[in-house]
């Protein structure tokens, strides 16, 4: 019997294998960057070939570092960035054009005319979604506009459509030679095409869009057997069973099944996901609502979701842009040399604001600057910065859930930060808590998949699995943490209505 399950982890800066135990903890790693490609200001690319080496390449790590081969992995799952569009051509497995990324803003145009007949919450009654450039559905629609031959191939038939988890599931079950395309119904959720009460594409939006169905995966529950590793692969005849988007995955790692519960992930961008039950909840305050999981045909869960487009790439902005630090760690040291942000709030409004906010308009800006703030205060702001953001949407869980959280589940690679992690409990008064297995991207994918093929029992043998690691309590009194949000949020007007057509 195989004893392991494989996740992997189709991440915004990293691709990742990660090999689990029965006890959920991590047996090895493998893992790789891949370019972050940004032609003009706004625009941010990947490029799918790299995305697919990279992905063969940590399987290959994951398994050498273990001394295992495929015979024992019981199953394969895949967790994977949403919203990031890979369009390519089925007969020869080619993308048309490179992988446009979540966080780009290029499509603010096509947004502002969807928008023009019904506004941006036109179709946020059946898709849970505002229209923006984070989602999917219009990343389809510029590829389609301005790849030459796209339209025409797309009609005829020859172009598929999808997020880096279908991507990676075509590549892996066969590619050309018959590769399976699908997707699972959180990354489904995250297109602005899926009706969230029927899990089905929905025809009208499609049509208001102008994308084929032809294009688009067929949506399967997050846990199933969806096929198996075809030749290319050192998984060959594993079966893939399980596909969650990142955040989800994160929720289902933390082991936040139930209506109520909640987890925060500090990676590239932060995201928080509050499980809803079964219920569809509209949010009041700035929300995203959104498929939390569908463990084959058990009913669906859904969420409300805080999604925050800038928090660890600020920090990786501040080394690899302004040369501040040499390493994402290095930031934790510098801000520790100064006792406070000196007066200095950076708002990261790098791609407009997201939740709560949904502000296209704004731009990132570095306030109350004077000749006494040096690097130290930049540093710390940053990391501030990432705390307010959160502090910003729970207060909105918060208003909508009408019940206030009593403590904060986090995970993801800034949650090594433990500066970081203090003043988010200062400022947002509840205590913060990591478990041992901060993978919980990974982690949450790979009992998706195991669940699927009887490796794990059920959901109680998984919650059982969940530990405690670090807990940070607030220790900052009720004013102070008072008057910093103040000047947060008068910081956060400073970026608004920003861009304009003198701003492109
Ligand atoms: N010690 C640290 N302090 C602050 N931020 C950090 C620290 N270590 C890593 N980060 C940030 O965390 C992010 C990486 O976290 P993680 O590995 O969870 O993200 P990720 O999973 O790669 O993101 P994605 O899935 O979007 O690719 C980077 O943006 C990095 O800047
Ligand atoms: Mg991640």
Redesign the pocket.
Known sequence: MADYVLAI?Q????SRAIIFDKSGSIVSTGQLEHEQIFPKAGWVEHDPKEIWNNTREVIGQALAKADLTRHDIAAVGITN?RETAVVWDKTTGEPVYNAIVWQDTRTQDIVDRLAADGGVERFKAKVGLPLATYFSGTKIVWILENVEGAREKAEAGDLLFGTTDSWVLWNLTGGVEGGVHATDVTNASRTMFMDLETLAWDDEILAAFGVPRSMLPEIKSSSEVYGTAEASSLLRETPIAGILG?QQAATFGQAAFEAGEAKN?????NFLIFNTGTDIVHSKNGLLTTVGYKLGDAPVHYALEGSIAV???L??WL?DNLGLISS??E??ELAKGVEDNGGAYFVPAFSGLFAPYWRPDARGALVGLTRYVNKGHIARAA?EAIAFQTRDVIEAVNADAGVDLTELRVD???T??DT?LQFQADILGVPVVRPVVAET?ALGAAYAAGLAVGFWSGLDELSANWQEDTRWTPSMDEDERARLDRNWKKAVTKTLDWVDDDVR
Do not use: F, M, W
């Open positions: 982890d991440g915004t800066t990293s960035q990142d992930t500090y990676g590239t961008g928090t660890g790439s920090i990786q080394r994402a760690a930031v934790e990391l993801g690679g800034a090594a930060n970081l991207t």
